[in-house]
DNA sequence: GGGACTAACTTTACCAATAAAGAAAGTGAG
DNA sequence: CTCACTTTCTTTATTGGTAAAGTTAGTCCC
């Protein structure tokens, strides 16, 4: 992009990786993030000479000079990440390699007249505890306006036109950064899971909704208002449900947690919850049927999915997951009936799921900032580099 | 991206944009192309030693100095586009502007023992009469899997791994560019249509079969291994007819010309072809009924799409739109009844439509490499770019 | 007609990154 | 031990682009 404006995108770049992966060579550094070796060579000799990086040991060599592979220096970077959902917040604070070091959970109610008061104050409360972080990112069931300023649409949480980014930066005095649930989950998975090694590949999440996220060319695509990957709203039934967006049939209404409880229900089950569905599956046939039924469902559609948008890898998320035995024999056979001839190789991963997973999708906001090389966190992502290369000692 | 590797990126940038446009000053080509004020004018003043521009008129001023209007000097650029369908191929010569010099049409048969080198001299001969121009752009029905190579997989044309773009330019001696033809579409609606002033759209395109084109970020999204947009082929029928690719219940096989053809049979209309049904729909309202029909599906799937991708516009194109009024009525009720709440406002526009179409998208994969910032189109692209710097005398 | 203002350009100093060439530090074959 | 080779890192000259501070040429208003 720029040529002097990038400020010190490169330097934290390098600080963020050596982060985030450990130890690498100069070379190594250069590979991973597309520089020249004389580039890195530079850089990090300033590093060096500003105390923040040092030489560690020498790895054998290939057949030549042997590779000197440099090593962080001092603390590493933190942050805090937050899920927002209509009954509790949870808080984790996330250091730059992933490393969870601690997580609060707290009630909270959105629609209470002061709900931003609320949110800022039980995240400073843990902000109290602990040293200066990088930043603090925040995820919620909906979509963001701007990303920037931080404005949050969000249904489910009554929520319209919210100033939370702004808010929080007022109380906090820290950069804060806000993202869909399921486009920071995509952006942790970049930071630390699949997104290493592939740069098309899609997540996808079940549980109370049903959601999507893309990631186009190594970027998570926002669309044009921030509304991308509402997965869950994808007809899939001419006379279905209700869903909580008003349209009639849409996946989520059919596949998320109210539509498999009903379904069980209208099967004679006397289930409330999908936990307890999940339970009576490993002995009731037609428990497993409403999975099973579910995974079809969601099988084909994320077949749809796949052809439009040809990914190399699928990640499945969420809290259904904890189920996805039984959606899997109806989804594997959908997809794989579904797809077009010559995608049907494609990767299909579910990965470990726990409560803290959407915070710390919420954190990787943050600490995936360093590497964000087109600059679309803007002004607060700049802020982040900042306290990234200052804090260093 | 680079610092010193652009080449005469920024510079063809300015020469194309200027070709496309016509005369600006140097302020708007600074905010057209994202760059200072400063790089303006240094670059334009060696394109102007360099005889390629030249200084118009002063526009009049708005409350400061005067503008002072920059306009092309010389020939601009011209491309070759090259349409292949199962049964004939189309060239169109287009000049930067977009103006159409030429067309040509010959048969074509794809599963001829040299296909290639049919192909190769088809284009050769209208080469053949015209001055040396920028490249050649061919768009197939299919995927092209390595974009700098030009390998094509297209089942239509019976093709697999067939070298095109490699054939093409050991005969022709020119920069060759391939692309699938709806994302060739989605091109030239960046370089020309909606693309100038927006920059996350979709092109869907009906007719014998139906495709979708993302534009994301103002780039075509090729997916992992650019075979992103295969819209036809997503799930909508669960017991649908058989599609080409093999699959039940395609969007394609149901809406798809052969689609609409064999759901007219079934109503009873002897028909044989889409135009003679769209020919009826004026007296009969079966044929009517039909057109109904296939545009509420595919309103339903589209408006599935945009919940997921979240495009600013949508434009509809292909030879099916000749028949749009008939699709609209099932359409637009459709995609207002499934879009969730808050995109119904989104604009679907239906652009002008005709034989050689197709062909000028392939010329605009030529005619926007200059703009191509990320480099994607390597290679050819650069090539493309020098021959634009040298042409002009 | 003379400031105050504004928008369009230009100049200058500087910066981030690169290519190209070379130095450093090993391996392995004869 | 020497020579050819490989890989890693460094140096140097150069490039493409920028920010910031002018300069130029108008309008508007008194």
Redesign the pocket.
Known sequence: M?????GD???TAILALLGTVGPL????IAREL????????????ALMAAGMLEELD?Q??????????LGLLGSAGRALGVKVTAEHLVIVEVRLDGDVLGSWETPFDPSSPDALGDLSEAVADVLGQMPPLLGVGVCVPGSVDDQAVGTVNAPTLGWQAMPVGDRLRRRLKLPVLLENDVNALAVAERLYGRGRTHRDFLVLTIGRGVGAAIVADGRVYRGARGGAGEFGHVPVAVDGPLCGCGVYGCLEAVVGAAGLVASARERGLHVTTVDELGALASSDATAREVFTEAGTILGRTTAGLINVVDPEVVVVLGEGTANWPYWQRGFDTAVRHQLMPGRRDIEIEVESWDDTSWAQGAAALVLATPFDTEGAAGEQGRMVRARLIGATP
């Open positions: 720029a040529a002097t404006d990038r995108l490169t330097r060579s100069r070379t190594e597309d520089l020249s070796p004389a580039t890195v060579t530079q850089l990090t000799k020498l054998p060599s290939r057949g030549g000079r042997p590779a000197q592979r």
